[in-house]
């Protein structure tokens, strides 16, 4: 009988890690209120390399507020935040401001990846898909980092935070909601009311008089709110307000007279 002859162990081969693509998230953090950020949003707060936060003419050296809800709801992300200056002065069109803020957007990821961070959070009042620069941003960033990963976390808009605040349904049964920028005109916003139950304004405090007056004219009802989701927010009934202006990101919802209750079912 022969005798075997013991085998020799075949080294393994050794299998190379799978490269972790870069991630850019669009975080919402809501529209003031940390209370008001959601679980998931922290989390990628708490765990992102960076942290991008725009900061306007408005806020100057001090925290903006997208910044100032970070550090509330997330206190050990703060060595993690990177200001990113924004120019709010243009309301129409790219202009070199607009474009210089997204190109030095992408310059603090494409450092923060080379040096070895693999996710980028980017953090924005409200939702990251409702009249945020994320897309945007977004857009230019892909562009020069190749194979990044997009991702968005939604935010509580502050539609919404007025709506809860002042009780004030936005839409039941079979009715029609329309959310729009007033810096489009207010012929946009006389289209709206004709055709839609329920319409949104932002952005119209500069021209509040006008809105007000065009709101008056077809019999609309609604809420204003100032500062919503903040410390000084103001929600004040339409049929109230007596104010030439308000700040630039005040809130309208104009909503139908309705009836019995279920009545628009």
Do not use: N
């Not at 989390?43 to 100057?60: N, W, Y």
């Not at 190109?103 to 009249?131: I, K, L, Q």
């Not at 039941?172 to 319409?199: F, N, Y």
Request: aromatic share 4%; proline share 9%; glycine share 10%.
């Amino acid at each position: 009988m022969t005798p075997s002859v013991p085998s020799t162990p075949v080294p393994a081969t050794p299998v190379p890690p799978i490269p972790v693509p870069p991630i850019l998230v669009g975080v919402g953090v809501g529209p003031g209120d940390p209370e008001l950020v959601t679980v998931k949003a922290v989390r990628i707060l708490r765990t992102a390399d960076v942290i991008l936060v725009p900061s306007t003419e408005t806020s100057g050296d001090d925290p903006g507020r997208a910044e100032q809800i970070v550090a509330t709801a997330c206190p050990e992300a703060a060595e993690r935040i990177r200001r990113i200056p924004f120019r709010m002065g243009r309301r129409h069109g790219v202009g070199p401001e607009r474009r210089d803020a997204w190109e030095t957007s992408a310059r603090a990821a494409e450092e923060a990846y080379a040096a070895g961070a693999t996710t980028v959070a980017f953090a924005t009042v409200g939702d990251p898909s409702v009249y945020s620069t994320f897309s945007y941003l977004a857009a230019h960033i892909r562009a020069t980092v190749p194979g990044l990963v997009v991702q968005v976390i939604p935010g509580i808009t502050a539609m919404q935070a007025l709506a809860a605040t002042s009780l004030t349904p936005l839409v039941e049964g079979r009715e029609r909601l329309t959310l729009l920028s007033v810096t489009d005109g207010l012929d946009t916003v006389a289209e709206a009311l004709d055709h839609a139950d329920t319409v949104v304004a932002y952005k119209g405090g500069r021209r509040l008089a006008d809105l007000l007056g065009l709101i008056r004219e077809q019999g609309g009802t609604g809420v204003l709110g100032i500062d919503v989701g903040l410390p000084a927010e103001t929600v004040i009934p339409l049929e109230q307000v007596d104010a030439d202006r308000a700040p630039y990101f005040s809130t309208v919802i104009v909503t139908p007279r309705r009836g019995e209750t279920g009545g628009r079912l």
